[in-house]
Nanobody, 126 residues
Framework: QVQLVETGGGLVQAGGSLKLSCATS????????MGWFRQAPGKEREFVAA????????DYADSVKGRFAISRDNAKQTVSLQMNSLKPEDTAVYFC???????????????????WGQGTQVTVSS
């Protein structure tokens, strides 16, 4: 089992920044690829960013490329999402997720992930 706890959400004005963190516990963190997803009211949960087990490969949804950055610290067992130039349309509950994968791949689909956090609310005001 892997437990995930997201922190860092809040209310920010458009153009501002937030950094989300996801603390993990349980099995060997470095054996897991990680991802961030988000879900806005009335919408389906969608992919935001992903990182492989080593941190050497990342990928992003087109809507956040150039504004968001995912990173991980395997020693501290955390994954982070730095969000810059925030827009009102970034408002959502943000979830981190983990999938056991030592291959070096990143993952984009919800059903590929084994473990999920409870989510943290991000609200961007215009």
């Amino acid at each position: 089992q892997v437990q995930l706890v997201e922190t860092g959400g809040g209310l920010v004005q458009a153009g501002g920044s937030l950094k989300l963190s996801c603390a993990t516990s349980g099995r060997t963190f470095s054996a897991y690829a990680m991802g961030w997803f988000r879900q806005a009211p009335g919408k389906e949960r969608e992919f935001v960013a992903a990182i492989n087990w080593s941190g050497g490969r990342t990928d992003y949804a087109d809507s956040v490329k150039g504004r968001f950055a995912i990173s991980r610290d395997n020693a501290k067992q955390t994954v982070s999402l730095q969000m810059n130039s925030l827009k009102p349309e970034d408002t959502a509950v943000y979830f981190c997720a983990a999938v056991h994968d030592y291959s070096g791949n990143v993952h984009y689909l919800l059903n590929e992930y084994d473990y999920w956090g409870q989510g943290t609310q991000v609200t961007v005001s215009s």
